[in-house]
């Protein structure tokens, strides 16, 4: 069985925690979805994170549903559709940022979305807080990807059915006229997560962090990406599984986290799942009374706001802690 969902209106306003752009980003009026790179993207607000993925001209079906969502004791961290805002860079990516979200007490959780220009990545980063004096020990952390259509799949492991433990990406795709949809959730040998799921025969696959404290006053930082590739028309089997080829070789892409990968994030931070974002860290600033991890956005260029697209809200997970 699939999930089911229903579309709903997603903008983003920013929050308490907001990214440094480096060039300038034009605000535009929320709108349903966002087409780009002949791409047709939706957007999850509950649990934030990348929804359906179509060819512009709407003549393939899907195989994502909900990709990067972020759990923290069975909760989605969500994106506050009513205080939402759209920006579009100078490079035309879109970027969202949400408010601060209250996803256990104490632990806050910003999410940010950025779609890149040519429509083939989407990014999931998220910042968390323990707001508290105290350390936080939750029962479960993780990234949840969730699928449509997946009767091909292909991991970073070389697996076509279920995932390993090391896994840190895979690739899926239905027999013909779909979408290939890939996951990336950590760079090669890091050991922040492991991974579980059987994407053929539950549609789902979870990506587990291993440290289950937040230590007190602590900011952390967690990041999933989409990938999206079309096969050829008339998209039979046989252009599936050449598009099939193509995913796997873009996935190398992810072997290190620089270029447009970082894009956004400021230089210095430590990302739990991928590493140090390139770059010397930004001086340490003077008590303000701001929150620090504003503070720590705010760098050389202007706070930015964000963007919004269609909301696909998950109405039912299959994962007992839900």
């Known amino acids: 069985m699939k999930l089911s969902a229903r579309l709903s209106a997603v903008a983003v306003i920013a929050g308490a925690s907001v990214l440094v752009i480096a060039s300038p980003a034009v605000a535009a009026p929320w709108a349903s979805s966002q087409v780009v790179g002949g791409k047709y993207w939706e957007f999850n607000s509950s649990a934030a994170s990348f929804g359906h993925v179509y060819d512009q001209a709407f003549l393939l079906s899907s195989a994502t549903h909900a990709f990067g969502a972020l759990y923290i004791d069975g909760t989605g961290v969500e994106c506050d559709e009513s205080t939402a805002d759209v920006q579009t860079e100078a490079s035309g990516d879109i970027v969202v940022t949400c408010e601060a979200f209250e996803v256990a007490t104490g632990l806050w959780a910003t999410p940010n979305y950025r779609l890149f220009s040519t429509g083939d990545l989407g990014r999931m980063f998220y910042t968390i807080e323990n707001r508290t004096g105290a350390d936080i020990s939750v029962s479960d952390f993780y990234h949840y990807d969730n699928f449509d259509y997946t009767d091909n799949v292909l991991t970073s492991s070389g697996s076509t059915t279920v995932l390993a433990a090391n896994d840190t990406w895979s690739i899926n795709s239905a027999l013909s006229d779909s979408t290939v949809s890939g996951s990336a959730w950590a760079l090669p040998g890091n050991t922040a997560t492991t991974s579980t799921g059987d994407p053929q025969t539950n549609y789902e696959s979870f990506h587990d962090f291993v440290d289950l404290t937040f230590e007190a006053g602590s900011t952390i930082y967690v ?60 001086p340490a600033l003077a008590d303000t009374g701001v929150n620090g991890t504003a503070l720590a956005f705010a760098g050389a260029g202007a706070l930015v706001l964000v963007l919004g697209g269609v909301g696909l809200v998950i109405s039912r997970r299959r994962r007992t802690t839900v």
């Open 223 to 282: 990041a999933s990406f989409v990938t999206t590739h079309l096969p050829a028309s008339p998209f039979d089997s046989a252009d599936v599984d050449a598009a099939m080829v193509v995913a796997a070789a873009a996935m190398t892409e992810f072997n290190s986290f620089s270029g447009r990968l970082v894009s956004g994030l400021p230089a210095g931070i430590t990302v739990l799942n991928w590493g140090a974002v390139p770059g010397a860290a930004a």
